[in-house]
């Protein structure tokens, strides 16, 4: 196994395949690097290099008991980019991996990203506060502490079913995606996924957004059951210098899976630009 270990002792696992320009992939919520394995492929075949990392507490990385902020998930991304001295590299990130891409590109990503990827993802923030007033109640995340602390397995089994949007009258249901979202889930440390919903959902990130001054691509459904995109998606687009929004009707959270033909097209339209 590929591993670097950060300066805290913490071991990050990657994988990293081919040559070419770096893409580096930042999975959600609780899942893995091989969330990507629809991208990762797709553009090996295209002669890029690509790069996927399971963050601390997840998948394959140490379950260490602490550093789950973004600021610690940014640093990890930036010891692992310094370590495998990538340059011209383009970020993608889906959901909580959306938001810790916005941070590693603000803190460290100067001389080192060429563009960036928004994707399903919970910036700029996603509770309600007395600055975000149409923010998803706080009850609603105390629900997935409460579901991921004490009854993980069926509460992960629950959750496929509105990431995909397999829920919706008419959906074409594959078990095998939902029996891989609950593997990656399974595979990482219940104190990692417990206290990583108060950082996908409380962190903010106005001024990470605001201040990144490459292009950002922010790609996401309207029928995202898990981070609504008119208070994410929409909001996020109108901070950043030079960005574009593309909105998918009907397409659910999980749409780089359920939906990889379109995502990835319109990722190499972007790339390509």
Same mark, same amino acid.
């Given at each position: ?39 990762? #492929? *797709?553009?090996?075949?295209? !002669?890029?290099?690509?790069? %996927? ?13 602490? !550093?789950?902020? #973004?600021?610690?998930? +940014? ?22 991996? /959306? ?14 990203? %060429? ?11 996603? +509770? ?34 509105? *990431? ?5 009258? !008419?959906?074409?249901?594959?078990? !095998? ?7 990656? /889930? ?5 104190? %990692? ?5 108060? +950082? *996908? ?31 994410? /998606?929409?909001? %996020? ?13 009907? &397409? ?17 339209? &972007?790339?390509? +630009?």
């Amino acid at each position: 196994m590929s591993t670097i270990k950060v300066k805290d002792g913490t071991e990050i696992y990657y994988k990293d395949w081919g040559t070419g320009q770096p893409i580096v992939f930042h999975h959600g919520w609780p899942l893995s690097g091989d969330d990507w394995d629809g991208q990762m #492929m *797709f553009f090996l075949e295209k !002669g890029y290099r690509v790069i %996927a990392h399971d963050r601390r507490g997840h998948g394959r990385s140490s379950q260490t008991a602490q !550093g789950h902020d #973004m600021d610690t998930y +940014a640093a990890d991304v930036a010891e692992l980019t310094n370590a495998l001295d990538l340059k011209d590299a383009i970020h993608i990130g889906h959901s909580t991996g /959306g938001g810790e891409v916005i941070r590693y590109v603000a803190k460290h990503g100067k001389g080192r990203v %060429a563009k960036a990827v928004l994707i399903s993802a919970v910036t700029p923030i996603m +509770a309600k506060t007395a600055n975000n007033p149409d923010g998803i109640p706080m009850e609603i995340f105390d629900e997935i502490r409460q579901g991921t602390a004490f009854n993980r397995p069926q509460y992960f089994q629950d959750f496929t079913l509105p *990431f995909y949007g397999f829920n919706r009258e !008419g959906a074409k249901v594959s078990q !095998g995606v939902r029996d891989n979202w609950w593997r990656q /889930g399974m595979m990482g440390g219940i104190k %990692a996924h417990y206290d990583c919903i108060k +950082a *996908f959902s409380e962190t903010d990130f106005t001024a990470d957004l605001q201040s990144v001054d490459v292009p950002v691509l922010i790609l996401h459904g309207e029928d995202d059951q898990i981070v609504p995109y008119q208070i994410t /998606g929409v909001k %996020a687009a109108k901070l950043v210098k030079n960005g574009k929004l593309i909105t998918y009707p009907g &397409f659910p959270h999980g749409m780089p899976t359920t939906e990889a033909e379109t995502i990835n097209k319109d990722l190499l339209d &972007f790339i390509k +630009a």
